[in-house]
């Protein structure tokens, strides 16, 4: 498994072990060791979210949504030194906009178990506040949290996803402070661990392991499929594009992970069945709009003889980098077909002033020369 997210796991665990140990045997008698372990929750919590925003800046596109909820997350903690309540409400709320940034599948699940752990969350302070002694209404209105929640991880759980499952173990452990604080702040008046603490920790504990053991099995699967992908892709480069394509079909039906639908599609390209390279390319772009996929879908653009389309990939490519050799190189090619020497001319140079060992640039180059001078 992946270091940093090992690292996330622990403190992860570390957190909800506690929190059991407390809620199963309550202060232990002793006031000072309750007071110390909900801190130590609070502080394995804090470089647990810490830790777990940091893998998702590494390893996914940056949006507004996940600066947004950095600044309320880091702003709750601050003030959640001077008013609990009023600091965890906002680090609560900040949770969204994490989970619904771009490319994190699964909002209608994650919302309605959101919605379920939000109105557990919310009753204890509510009740002290407005003096409403509890009664048969708590048992409604937990069952109905109690069915959100379940609902949403019945959901969650067809479209397992590692961005959701992290997802879902961050709203869980969110929760995780919630007890405890109870304890020392007397928000409420149902006893030491009364029935909504009891149903936030029961149900926070079962999402919690529900995806801490899909985030195992889907490690062990990952390990698995990388081994298929890598595989598929020494038949690529062998130019056995049939066999790659058997490869890459089956893993589609299975995951349809980026590598995976990029193998597929160029095999298909190479196989000559476009149209069904195309749908597939035009897919991962739609999702992961990354250099390489951008770069095959023109490549594929220019088989099928539109190089328009192909040439508005390219100068895409070339806007956001502009010393991408291949792009420099596809696009120069486009243009000699088309005749504009000169504008085929300047990036061809530039291409070969940026990797001069490498060939196919310079065979243009010499292609373009000689027709040049045949035209002259």
């Not at 110390?36 to 609070?42: D, E, K, L, N, P």
């Not at 925003?53 to 940056?62: D, F, G, H, P, V």
């Not at 989970?99 to 939000?118: C, M, P, V, W």
């Not at 990029?262 to 992961?288: C, F, H």
């Amino acid at each position: 498994m992946e270091k940093n997210l090992l690292r996330i796991l622990i403190f992860d665990s570390a957190s909800v072990i506690l929190a059991l140990i407390l809620f199963l045997y309550g202060p232990m008698g002793e006031k000072s060791f309750f007071y110390v372990s909900s801190w130590v929750i609070f502080a394995c919590l804090s470089v647990s979210f810490g830790l777990t925003l940091l893998y998702i800046l590494k390893n996914r596109e940056r949006s507004n949504l996940t600066i947004i909820f950095f600044i309320l997350l880091v702003s709750g903690v601050v003030i959640s030194f001077f008013n609990w309540f009023a600091g965890g409400l906002i680090a609560l709320l900040s949770l969204p906009f994490l989970l619904f940034s771009k490319n994190i599948r699964g909002e209608i699940e994650i919302a309605i178990t959101y919605s379920g752990f939000f109105i557990l969350a919310l009753l204890p302070p509510l009740e002290t506040y407005l003096r409403i002694n509890p009664s048969f209404l708590d048992y409604i209105i937990i069952g109905a949290g109690f069915a959100l929640i379940v609902a949403g991880l019945v959901l969650a759980y067809r479209r397992v996803e590692l961005s959701l499952m992290l997802g879902f173990i961050l709203l869980a452990l969110s929760f995780f402070l919630i007890a405890p604080f109870h304890e020392i702040f007397h928000i409420h008046y149902n006893g030491i661990f009364g029935v909504y603490d009891s149903s936030i920790i029961i149900l926070a504990a079962l999402t919690f392991f529900v995806f801490l053991f899909s985030i195992l099995e889907y490690d062990r699967k990952s390990i698995q499929l990388q081994e298929e992908i890598r595989k598929g892709y020494e038949y690529l480069t062998k130019g056995k594009y049939k066999k790659a394509e058997g490869i890459f079909r089956i893993l589609y039906k299975k995951k349809r992970d980026k590598d995976v639908l990029n193998g597929l599609s160029i095999a298909l390209m190479r196989e000559g069945k476009l149209d069904e390279s195309e749908r597939i390319l035009k897919k991962l772009v739609s999702r992961y709009p990354e250099e390489t996929y951008l770069l095959n879908l023109g490549n594929l653009y220019y088989r099928k003889g539109n190089k328009r389309e192909a040439m508005l990939l390219y100068s895409k490519i070339l806007k956001n980098n502009p010393e991408c050799y291949n792009a420099l190189n596809n696009l120069a090619r486009c243009y000699m077909d088309l005749g504009e020497y000169e504008n085929a001319e300047k990036l061809l140079k530039r291409a070969i002033e940026i990797s001069p060992e490498k060939k196919v640039a310079q065979i243009n180059y010499k292609e373009l020369k000689e027709k040049m001078a045949s035209e002259n």
